[in-house]
């Protein structure tokens, strides 16, 4: 049972433009979102999340967007840059409750061109 | 850096045998996560502890367990190991509650053989 998806498992786009990163969940309890980035070798680096009580939130480049009612959600990196290349997981948290453990999904391979 | 550390960063060892893999949390950090991340599983959690105490499982093997030490640092010991088991094993940590943010180690790799 899938309670994460990221139905992309690669994105490549030209440095400069927009990556814009999905995601989906079908657990109703996860209240507080996540997303990652990870170099091989490495272990996943946090990089901004959004609280379900929110629709947005932004960070420099990066921007989360969250859409309760279709259970999605989606990260926007603009620009895109060489160094963003890498994969990206998102992660979902069910509060306390659950020890507020995380849920992955499959992740993204994003490639950013020069 | 996260601030996380995890040793030894590379474990191989033959099928049947025990392992153990250390793991220390950023400084102030009560809490502390372990990950597993297979090539058909994906990251998966397995347990967590607060302050020295289990707070919630994951599906984690009976053949797995994990503690947590009075300095916070955590153990997580696999036995009886199967081929199965060579994944990358990723410790997080938190501060407590009300802190959802996870920051995560460099892993350690076991390959069984």
């Known amino acids: 049972d899938q309670q994460v998806k990221q139905n992309s498992p690669s994105l490549s786009v030209q440095e400069g433009r927009i990556s814009i990163l999905n995601c989906d969940y079908t657990?109703?309890?996860?209240?507080?979102f996540l997303w990652y980035k990870k170099y091989p070798a490495e272990g996943p680096t946090f990089l901004i999340s959004?609280?379900?009580?929110?629709d947005k939130n932004e960070d420099g480049r990066f921007t989360v967007f969250l859409n309760k009612s279709a259970k999605h959600l989606s990260l926007h990196i603009v620009p895109s840059q060489p160094g963003d290349s890498a994969v990206y997981f998102c992660a979902a948290s069910a509060g306390e409750t659950s020890g507020s453990r995380l849920t992955f999904g499959e992740g993204t391979q994003l490639t950013v061109n020069p | 850096d996260s601030g996380v550390t995890q040793t030894p960063k590379h474990l191989i060892t033959a099928t049947g045998q025990r392992v153990t893999l250390r793991c220390s949390p950023r400084s102030g950090d009560l809490s502390v996560y372990w990950y597993q991340q297979s090539l058909d599983q994906g990251l998966q959690f397995l347990i967590q502890?607060?302050?020295?105490?289990?707070?919630a499982k994951g599906n984690i093997l009976e053949r797995f367990s994990a503690q947590q030490f009075p300095d916070l640092h955590s153990e997580l010991n696999l036995s009886s190991l199967e081929l199965g088991d060579s994944a990358l094993y990723f410790c997080a940590s938190r501060q407590g509650p009300g802190d959802n943010e996870q920051f995560f180690g460099p892993g350690t790799r076991l390959t069984v053989l």
């Open positions: 502890y607060y302050n020295g105490e289990e707070r």
């Open positions: 657990n109703s309890m996860f209240d507080y």
């Open positions: 959004i609280s379900s009580i929110k």
